[in-house]
């Protein structure tokens, strides 16, 4: 039987390859999920925006919008969509870009030692149900081949910075259905077993 993984790539995402990464330092240890939101333009589901922002495919004068974010080179590792397919942009042995400036538990640089996660969303708007079932199978398969030691947000690692994935994410339902809990140190989520 083959394994859920090949390399860094789950085989049950979507794979749509962006060129925005490079590698993580030697011997880093990829011990965070990163949750973000994002939809292009904001707040319209459904597109390609997000995929075109990520593999450089973007027209920046498709929408008033876009010219905001012109010439931005990022990606994540992983984005679910509103019903819940997985798509895959980075392996995920390799560091993709989308934390920026950002701590967790006093240490820098998150895209160094994390795998980033975008929901298909908009910060104060919630998330539907395929998301988080999706998301706390991801997680699970992630720890299969890296130590995660904690869930948190993009606006908990940079904080005043960033406010994504928002209020209208639901952490205590995230964490119900992981079996995990509040981490007061991170701001997000860590394991039960971590906690002892
Ligand atoms: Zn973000």
Redesign the pocket.
Known sequence: MKGRWDGGWLRRARRCPSPNFNERPAGTAVRLALI?SISLPPGQYGGDGVERLFTNRLDWDAHPYFQTIRGLEVSAHFMVRRDGELVQFVSCDARAW?AGASVWHDQPGCNDYSIGIELEGLEGETFDAPQYEVLVGLVSDLRTRYPIEGAVG?EHVAAGR?R?PGPGFDWARFGARLGWIEDPAGGGLMPRSAAL
Do not use: C, G, N
């Open positions: 973000h989308h993009h960033k994504d």
